[in-house]
């Protein structure tokens, strides 16, 4: 933790050298949790913002807008998004779940090894197929998902995730025709996994009490985006942190998160002591 990390991404996104495929983050710092908590919008949007603010670099592309955070593909997100967490807080993290077994609903703690996340899938660098679906076996071109494509249906996901859905397989399609057609859906998320294969991360556990296997269908901004602090703790942890060193608040909110809380527990333990 501490230094940036390179995360080579499965697709990229379009620059004048061809594809930017790699990426390096920074770590989070309290600036971007400052700005998170003033940034309105769902879940999608925040994790755009975020990612623009951490990357510091994709390929060739050294100034990284909101756009290019917004081109990426699912897929690419979700690595970006994972390795984000393991540089900022850590690799493994515990995920609750709750065991799938109506007879037992054991509560779970699955542990993720989220680095092991950020990497799956990466043996193979297959950007070349482009994305098609098949339906009564004519294949037709489809759009990959891209970050940009959830922000813009967040706020409908929000109140009616079925027709948020449909909203989507028309971004696919192109047309706004049968989006209701069942099968017609069926096949554009079949192409889409086949072509983008993070877009969903699923991880496997078995219950320790019944033995049931638990896959847990995981999200990687909503994982990040919890552990970051609201607006109330960030600032009572650079006031406890200010009170101890008389530094600046712009010098504290600077500071890797790790950092931060490392300085926290020392004044803290240092209390317990006197
Ligand atoms: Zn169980």
């Not at 077994?101 to 799956?120: K, M, Q, S, T, Y």
Request: overall charge negative; charged content about 25%.
């Amino acid at each position: 933790m501490g230094g940036t990390a390179v995360t080579h991404l499965e697709h990229g996104v379009a620059c004048k050298q061809g594809r930017a495929r790699d990426a390096v983050l920074r770590p989070i710092d309290g600036r971007d949790e400052l700005a998170l908590c003033e940034t309105p919008g769902g879940a999608a949007g925040r994790a755009n913002a975020l990612l623009k603010r951490v990357l510091v670099r994709l390929g060739p592309i050294d100034s990284v807008s909101i756009e290019h955070v917004r081109a990426l593909v699912l897929g690419d997100r979700e690595q970006l998004l994972f390795r984000l967490n393991a540089l900022s807080f850590g690799p493994s993290m515990d995920v609750a779940a709750m065991c799938p077994n109506a007879e037992c609903g054991e509560p779970l703690d699955i542990d993720v090894d989220l680095d092991v996340l950020a990497d799956a899938a990466s043996q193979q660098d297959d950007t070349s197929a482009a994305p098609v679906a098949r339906l009564d076996g004519r294949a037709f071109a489809i759009r990959p998902l891209t970050g940009g494509d959830l922000e813009c249906v967040a706020a409908l996901a929000a109140e009616d995730p079925d027709a948020a859905a449909a909203r989507l397989v028309e971004t696919c399609v192109g047309e706004p025709a049968r989006s209701g057609d069942g099968r017609l859906r069926a096949a554009v998320a079949e192409g889409l996994v086949a072509f983008d294969r993070r877009a969903e991360t699923i991880v496997h556990a078995t219950c320790p009490n019944c033995g049931a296997q638990a896959p847990l269908l995981v999200d990687a901004g909503a994982l990040v985006l919890d552990r970051m602090a609201g607006k109330r703790r960030l600032l009572r942890e650079v006031h406890i942190i200010a009170r101890a060193y008389h530094w600046p608040e712009a010098d504290i909110l600077a500071l890797p998160l790790e950092r931060r809380r490392a300085y926290l527990d020392l004044v803290q333990d240092t209390e317990l002591e006197e």
